[in-house]
Nanobody, 120 residues
Framework: QVQLVESGGGLVQAGGSLRLSCAASGNIFRLNTMAWYRQAPGNQRELVASITSGGSTNYADSVKGRFTISRDNAKNTMYLQMNSLKPEDTAVYYC??????????????WGQGTQVTVSS
């Protein structure tokens, strides 16, 4: 069994910073593309940023220049450094990973979500 656990959310004032982490554990053969999504109340879940196993990244236009996605393959962990936060960044942030298990099965996994609240 493989699971993703997020941490690092919280309450911050506009202009502040937070760092989210997503740790994968279990019967992992390979972590492929990983990503952060977010969902604000009344909105659909949207892609924030993604990173391949080789380190190629992709960002939503709304976070370019402010957020940085990274990963530590040795620790099976992904990060999201969020700077210059705005009230509109308030949402539940979810970790997503394309995982190949030790049984060589593909799994699309989600974490439980972590709340990020940015006050004005």
């Amino acid at each position: 069994q493989v699971q993703l656990v997020e941490s690092g959310g919280g309450l911050v004032q506009a202009g502040g910073s937070l760092r989210l982490s997503c740790a994968a554990s279990g019967n992992i053969f390979r972590l492929n593309t990983m990503a952060w999504y977010r969902q604000a109340p009344g909105n659909q879940r949207e892609l924030v940023a993604s990173i391949t196993s080789g380190g190629s990244t992709n960002y939503a236009d709304s976070v370019k220049g402010r957020f940085t996605i990274s990963r530590d393959n040795a620790k099976n962990t992904m990060y999201l450094q969020m700077n210059s936060l705005k009230p509109e960044d308030t949402a539940v942030y979810y970790c997503n990973a394309d995982v190949t298990t030790t049984l060589l099965r593909g799994r699309d996994l989600w974490g439980q979500g972590t709340q990020v609240t940015v006050s004005s």
